[in-house]
């Protein structure tokens, strides 16, 4: 049989996972995703000989996650019997202060991550179902956990702090920023396509249901749009992003709201979905007339315009621009008007290329260089779960114990 390590990405609309080979170094043997898990759940998977699959799946509305992970599992185990799991790799959104890097998982650990989910109460708790999923079908394979906030650790000390009691301020609740496994992905990337400036003054934009922006300098992270969660920053699909927190305060006093209503008003009622009144699908909402439609848009870019030029005062200036995230990635007009935004900062869009599908669609004489680049965080997680089990030497010894290659 033939070694895999599997990667699960796992959000509240939808799970992606990756089987890459391992006996020659990483190679991508199929990925797909489960999405509309909201409304109804549809699979869609390609593998590496192009073989596509697309399937509507049935799932309780209980324990749907739950359904679709032994789903998903019992499919890979039928498509794919000549490979056996020797690993597991998970995107889990929050690490806190003390977890700073992928990790090998035990009980004690995914106790502590459990203890996070208040942080992060629309990720991490369906990161580690995949998690306990896992160790259900294969329970003596190495499971790595690969962090979105870790990536931001290098961030100076100053760009984490809240300006709030100092008890607090020890006590955890600082600026720990998200979407790390897409910026890491990017910075690695990043100097195949901007040379020598991928070094410098860079802002990368995740655009996409969630959205963030991160500052690097030497490809290394020096602040970013997301704090304490991930409500915060720009305009989401359904989150409210950067909120005067008197806002919160009003809703409790004078609206007499509940917590939760409150919740679920901030992370699914917001954003691009609240201001419209019409979808939080950017496609959508981008072919729509209707004016608070176009409102919605309207303040997206804004408010992505304002955090560029924030950003890049952070770090002195700036040298490149990178669009990433489903957004960032795919929406040409999207591109075009936050570029046109930072027209000040010398920023200049070649229109053909950004209609076109080009990596670099900077005009000839932008003094800042600007991409439109896809990321791949199933990748970043397949390699840190090969550098582990490597370093630790746990595809042959777990802990004393021999460990299973997931086969029957």
């Known amino acids: ?195 020598p400036r991928a070094g410098g003054r860079v802002i990368v934009a995740h655009l996409g249901h969630g959205a963030s922006m991160c500052a690097m300098i030497g490809r290394r992270s020096q602040a970013t749009s997301m704090g304490f969660t991930a409500l915060d920053g720009l305009v989401m699909a359904q989150r409210c992003g950067n909120l005067d927190p008197g806002v919160v305060l009003y809703l409790l006093r004078e609206r007499k709201m509940e917590v939760h209503a409150i919740e679920e008003l901030l992370s699914h009622r917001s954003g691009l979905l609240g201001v419209s009144g019409v979808s939080s699908d950017m496609r959508t909402l981008l072919e729509s007339d209707d004016i608070h439609a176009k409102e919605a848009v309207d303040l997206f870019v804004y408010r992505a315009v304002r955090e560029v030029g924030s950003l890049a005062s952070a770090i002195g200036g700036l040298d490149v621009l990178v669009f990433t995230g489903g957004i960032g990635e795919n929406s040409a007009e999207i591109r075009a008007r936050i570029v046109s935004g930072c027209a000040w900062l010398g920023m200049k869009i070649d229109n053909e290329e950004n209609q076109s599908g080009a990596s670099r669609i900077s005009a000839r004489g932008s003094v800042i260089d600007v991409f439109a680049l896809p990321t791949d965080e199933e990748s970043v997680i397949a390699r840190h779960v090969m550098s582990i089990i490597r370093q630790k030497n746990v595809r042959h010894n777990l802990c004393g114990h021999s460990l299973g290659d997931g086969s029957e």
């Open 1 to 195: 049989m033939t070694g895999a390590i599997l990667t699960l990405n796992a959000g509240s609309s939808s799970i992606k996972y990756s089987l890459y080979t391992c006996e020659h170094g990483l190679d991508r043997f199929a990925k797909g995703e489960i999405s509309g898990i909201d409304t109804h759940p549809v699979f869609n998977s390609v593998d590496a000989n192009g073989l596509k699959q697309n399937v509507s799946i049935d799932a309780s509305p209980t324990d749907k996650h739950d359904d679709l992970f032994r789903w998903l599992i019992a499919w890979i185990r039928q498509e794919y019997p000549a490979l056996a799991i020797i690993a597991a790799g998970h995107r889990v959104v929050h690490g806190g202060r003390d977890f700073t890097g992928p990790m090998l998982l035990t009980p004690k650990k995914i106790e502590a991550l459990t203890e996070l989910s208040p942080l992060a109460p629309d990720h991490q708790p369906l990161n580690l179902a995949g998690v306990r999923n896992i160790a259900e079908r294969w329970p003596n394979i190495p499971q790595i956990a690969c962090f979105d906030t870790a990536f931001h650790r290098t961030q100076p000390n100053i760009a984490q702090l809240y300006a709030l009691p100092r008890e607090l301020i020890n006590d955890g609740v600082i600026r720990y920023g998200f979407h790390g496994l897409s910026y890491e992905y990017i910075a690695a990337e990043l100097p195949k396509h901007a040379g």
